[in-house]
């Protein structure tokens, strides 16, 4: 006989239960706490921790806030801050063009770039560019995935009607092509983009996600990612709605986008990988969940409820990004560093075991260094909440030290990137 809950739904096997924990930002946060202390353990073969030098990273990162945040004013960190790269307000643009007068409906739109962009935007190569027709500028990394995939929304691309090429349908989603994708970013002999078979993929997989369920993203409108917005809504008491609360959605709703990931009692746990350092007494022994592309997918779903009239309250249960940026902040610094010098040379794999300690590190690292800087801008979490502390920030002094250290501003690990990860 299984348990039943008082309203007669069963409750899920203890199995699937201990699957969905994974599912959260409170596990990611749990088991890269875990990874910190076996690496300052010395349990951690390739890699190692030195705590005293997260005050010189502290002081970079201060330093690039203020330079980029003089009144420390400092807002999320999220993909519309990609969208205005070069200084042009291109979301705003577009918004003003269109004239939405019902704010759900921009809400939406806003949701559908977001979404379709943050999934684009693993990591480029270094030998990719993209020139924007209508500046005439020329952006690479995150930047040209940014404004790459604005352009394409604007085109249509994406959407499945005609008269509104503002959106993104899910049966649109789910059969663009390769072609169609390398053509709106420009690739060609001379520009390659690293994971563009994976990028289509995923793609794909995000309308046919979409059209199964349309309990969340299809509550108000035909099916397409930026319906989420309404499902949000609907959750949010009072007119707020907790940050940890839009991750566990998005969690939930996208999991079966992920291609080649763990499955654990039947639940696909997306960015989650194997390390040896993790060892509990139950089937989660040895998975660290670190869910970056889904938590990024979150912070950038922060304006479009805004607009929509929801308040994201308790930012802070989010966890900072487990990516190259943030990540090479700390090994550029010297705080994380490599037991094998070597290792800086070598390509690595998504799964292997250094990747995935240097990034749970990054995630915990993080958490660590945020009261550094905020007592160095004299700000607190409410007025510097984690969100800022990336955008200000970890990842902007992550860039800058890379740029510095490295002729092509690359990560201080090579990865090979499937371009659904970084």
């Not at 069963?10 to 990611?28: K, T």
């Not at 577009?94 to 007068?101: F, L």
């Not at 480029?124 to 790459?148: F, H, I, K, N, Q």
């Not at 004299?378 to 030290?401: F, H, K, N, Q």
Request: hydrophobic share 45%.
């Amino acid at each position: 006989m299984s348990l039943q809950r008082d309203e007669g739904a069963p409750y899920p096997h203890p199995d699937e239960a201990l699957a969905r924990s994974l599912l959260s930002a409170h596990a990611v946060r749990e088991r890269a706490d875990m990874i910190l202390a076996a690496t300052l353990d010395g349990a951690v073969a390739e890699l190692s921790v030195d705590l005293d030098r997260l005050e010189n990273a502290a002081d970079l990162v201060a330093e690039t806030t203020r330079a980029a945040y003089p009144d420390l004013v400092v807002p999320p960190h999220s993909r519309f801050r990609h969208f205005s790269a070069g200084g042009h307000d291109r979301f705003g643009a577009i918004a003003a063009a269109r004239g939405w007068t019902d704010p759900r409906a921009a809400a939406r739109a806003a949701a559908d770039l977001a979404i379709v962009s943050v999934l684009l935007d693993a990591g480029a190569g270094p030998d990719w560019v993209y020139r924007e027709g209508l500046t005439g500028e020329a952006y690479s990394r995150s930047e040209g995935l940014a404004v790459a995939s604005v352009a394409m929304f604007v085109s249509g691309l994406f959407s499945a009607v005609p008269a509104d090429p503002l959106r993104a349908d899910a049966v649109s989603l789910a059969t663009l092509s390769t072609e169609e994708l390398s053509a709106g970013f420009k690739v060609k002999p001379g520009n390659p983009l690293a994971g563009l078979d994976g990028r289509a993929d995923l793609m794909r997989r995000l309308g046919i996600t979409c059209a199964d369920r349309d309990d969340v993203f299809a509550m108000e409108d035909e099916p397409r990612p930026g319906g989420i917005v309404d499902a949000l809504v609907a959750r949010a008491e009072g007119g707020q709605l907790p940050a940890a609360e839009i991750l566990a959605l998005v969690l939930d709703a996208l999991g079966p986008i992920w291609p080649s990931r763990l499955v654990l009692a039947e639940v696909p746990l997306g960015d989650t990988w194997r390390h040896p350092a993790i060892a509990t007494d139950d089937i989660t022994t040895g998975l660290v969940p670190l869910h970056k592309l889904s938590q990024w997918l979150s912070y950038s779903l922060l304006e479009p409820l805004g607009w929509a009239g929801v308040e994201v309250v308790e930012l802070d249960g989010l966890t900072g990004l487990a990516e190259y940026r943030n990540g090479g902040l700390f090994l550029d610094t010297g705080v994380i560093r490599l037991t094998d010098p070597a290792d800086a040379e070598r390509v690595h794999a998504v799964g292997s075991s250094i990747v995935v300690g240097w990034r749970a590190l990054t995630v915990a690292l993080i958490d660590r260094l945020a009261p550094l800087v905020r007592t160095r801008l004299g700000l607190d979490a409410d007025s510097l909440p984690l969100a800022a502390v990336l955008e200000g920030g970890t990842w902007a002094a992550g860039r800058r030290i890379a740029r510095t250290l490295r002729r092509d501003g690359g990560p201080p690990l090579k990865i090979e990137s499937d371009g659904t990860v970084f």
